[in-house]
C-alpha cells in the first residue's frame, strides 16, 4: 500500500535520523513549514520535493507518487 505524502516524509526522515532542523538546514525550507507538510496541513510543490528527496537522499518519484494520493 502507497503512503501518502506526509507520511512518507516523516518516515524517511526518521529513518535517516534527520532532525527537522537538520533538514531545514539542506533545503532551506522553514522548521515550521517542515511541519506542516509532515502533519499534512500543507503540500509542498513539486520544486520543493525535489529538494526534499535530494535532502532525504530518496528517488523523487517515491515523493510524487506520495503526492498523487494526498
Not at 518516515?11 to 522548521?31: A, H, P
Request: glycine residues 6%; charged residues 25%; negative net charge.
Amino acid at each position: 500500500m502507497k503512503q501518502i505524502l506526509h507520511e512518507q516524509l516523516r518516515q524517511l526522515r526518521e529513518e535517516r535520523n534527520i532532525s527537522l532542523e537538520t533538514l531545514s538546514l539542506k533545503t532551506r525550507i522553514g522548521v515550521g513549514k517542515l511541519e506542516a507538510y509532515e502533519q499534512g496541513v500543507e503540500v509542498p510543490s513539486v520544486q520543493t520535493l525535489l529538494k526534499l528527496s535530494n535532502a532525504l537522499e530518496a528517488p523523487a518519484s517515491n515523493l510524487l507518487d506520495g503526492l498523487q494520493n494526498a
